[in-house]
């Protein structure tokens, strides 16, 4: 049969088509750059199963993407002999299973209009298509089987899927390009396109230039076995792009050969912009695990989830080729090559807080929460990770535990510390007024994560962390900037009210006491238990949600 069956698009897809459609882009480039990517995966997924069942290659181990301009119908098609999809897959991956990004990407089209080059970071590179082609084929054929399929689409709310008679293994997506778009049917931009974004593609891409014949355009080695000395940082742009889809320049690059009882090779970044799903519940890691140059998977914890925001390869020398995703979960050179691979990120980023404070400290307005969450679910390195976290405190932002520690008052024995849900709020405590009279600074914790990590706290360099709410005698000890003179009949007086507003108070009070802690207020409320009032609003909440 040849009857094509349409199906509607998912809402969200429908409405990023739309965009995609209707706005003028600058940079549409960016499509080319995704549909490389894609079927760069597509022959690592195929590399990677053919390992267990190599009749998956049907005797044609060619592993090629080849790029087919034709100016007389004005389609360019992009064709991979990858994995190919089976016609659920075709449903599902183009159009009617939501992504989280499709929303998220939607939204921070409308707010910066124009601006595309993004569009990969949040999954949906396929769609960028539609940027220069009014129309889009998708002729599909998964390997190991016999039927192929063609998706098609104009972009406006639905897609037809219709079978296809015979097609070689692997994916081809034509594009019927528009008018305004024909560029990218001359061999010079697609080999500009090519050489910009998608050199250091490990497969060869091929420019088809008529009578049978193609010639290479990229050259097609992984980036990460050359010396290091032997890349720019322009191809390390690239390929940072390529594997977070941000083409912006990473903020620290980590690239090295560990050798002795584990050989592998570390390419990892750290994106300069915030990833969009750095909160996402699910707190995936995103390092991708190669075994000699062979793309195995990329859902491996190969770092903790604390450095989830970490992204790159590493590719074993001596893991088997043909390990499978389950051996992988509880595998001892994993969980080696996990635990060095964290000390060296780690190590990496103190480095880079001690040589230039300015950068750390943009890292840390980014991944600051994220990598507190390490403070109570990797006690092994808490005391590493408190080499790294910085904290707003009533002194200045920013402060390290070092730096407080040394401004530590005579007879101080704690580091204080005060949880809210914002700054601005924090700092208007009537708490923080003895410590001020005391000149005693107090960290101000203000993300969620800090009433969790504080409480199994013990303490930096035998300096328990104190909040502020709990306990009141320590400022005693600590003596005022301009102290009042004893003064026996006024603090009779202050007993004697005391004592009435107790009475006043009744069973909703233990007790009322006068305290030193507070210099313009005339009243606060303290906390006698363990338990910090931030995080007992907080638990409060989650109990009434
Ligand atoms: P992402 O690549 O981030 O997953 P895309 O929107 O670029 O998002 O692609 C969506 C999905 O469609 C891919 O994850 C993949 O499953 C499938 N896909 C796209 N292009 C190809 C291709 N050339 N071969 C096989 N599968 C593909
Ligand atoms: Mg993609």
């Not at 449903?91 to 992504?99: E, P, R, S």
């Amino acid at each position: 049969a040849t009857t094509a069956t349409s199906h509607q698009f998912q809402a969200e897809v429908a409405k990023l088509l739309h965009l995609m459609v209707h706005s003028v882009y600058s940079d549409r480039d960016v499509f080319l750059r995704e549909l490389i990517s894609n079927a760069a995966d597509a022959l690592d997924k195929l590399r990677y199963e053919a390992i267990a069942n190599p009749q998956l290659l049907e005797g044609q181990p060619d592993l090629t993407i080849t790029i087919t301009p034709d100016k007389e119908k004005k389609t360019l098609t992009i064709t991979d002999t990858g994995i190919g999809m089976s016609e659920q897959e075709l449903i599902d991956n183009l159009g009617t299973i939501a992504k989280s990004g499709t929303q998220a990407f939607v939204e921070q089209a409308k707010a910066k209009q124009g601006d595309v080059h993004l569009i990969g970071q949040f999954g949906i590179g396929f769609y960028s298509g539609f940027i220069v082609a009014g129309k889009v084929d998708v002729i599909s054929r998964r390997a190991g089987s016999d039927q192929a399929w063609m998706w098609s689409s104009d972009g406006s709310g639905s897609f037809t899927m219709t079978p296809v008679e015979s097609a070689p293994r692997g994916t081809s997506i034509v594009l019927h390009l528009r008018e305004d778009a024909l560029e990218f049917l001359e061999d010079w931009k697609i080999e500009s396109v090519v050489r910009t974004y998608s050199d250091h593609i490990a497969h060869p891409i091929m420019l088809s230039v008529g009578n049978e014949t193609a010639k290479q355009i990229n050259s097609a080695n992984a980036i990460w076995t050359r010396a290091k000395s032997d890349i720019t940082p322009e191809q390390h742009k690239e390929f940072f792009g390529h594997i977070s889809g941000n083409y912006s320049d990473p903020a620290l690059t980590l690239h090295y050969r560990a050798e002795g009882r584990n050989e592998y090779t570390v390419l990892l970044y750290v994106p300069g912009e915030r990833p969009f799903d750095l909160y996402d519940p699910e707190r995936r890691g995103r390092q991708k695990l190669y075994v000699k140059r062979v793309y195995i998977a990329d859902d491996v914890e190969l770092l903790p989830a604390y450095l989830r925001f970490v992204r790159g390869v590493i590719d074993s020398e001596d893991m088997p080729l043909n390990i499978s995703r389950e051996m992988l979960q509880n595998n001892p050179q994993v969980a080696a090559i996990r635990k060095a691979v964290t000390n060296k990120v780690l190590s990496e980023l103190k480095k880079l807080s001690e040589t230039d404070d300015a950068a750390y400290r943009k890292l840390w307005e980014i991944y600051g929460p994220v990598l507190k969450e390490g403070l109570y679910e990797d006690m092994e390195r808490r005391d590493q990770l408190y080499e790294l976290v910085r904290f707003k405190s009533t002194k200045g932002d920013w402060v390290s535990l070092k730096d407080y520690i040394a401004g530590l008052k005579e007879n101080q024995t704690a580091i204080y510390y005060l949880t809210a849900e914002d700054a601005a709020k924090a700092k208007a405590s009537p708490q923080l007024e003895g410590y001020k009279a005391r000149d005693v600074e107090v960290l101000l914790l203000t993300d969620p994560v800090d009433s969790f990590w504080v409480r199994t706290a013990l303490g930096y360099e035998g300096k328990p962390f104190k909040s502020v709410t709990q306990g009141s005698a320590d400022l005693d000890l600590i003596v005022a900037k301009d102290e009042a003179k004893p003064d026996a009949a006024a603090d009779a007086e202050t007993a004697v009210l005391a004592a009435a507003l107790k009475q006043a108070l009744g069973e909703r009070v233990k007790d009322v006491r006068s305290s030193k802690r507070l210099t313009e207020s005339a009243v606060c409320i303290v906390n006698d238990s363990m338990m910090d009032r931030t995080l007992e609003k907080l638990l409060s909440r989650q109990k009434d949600s």
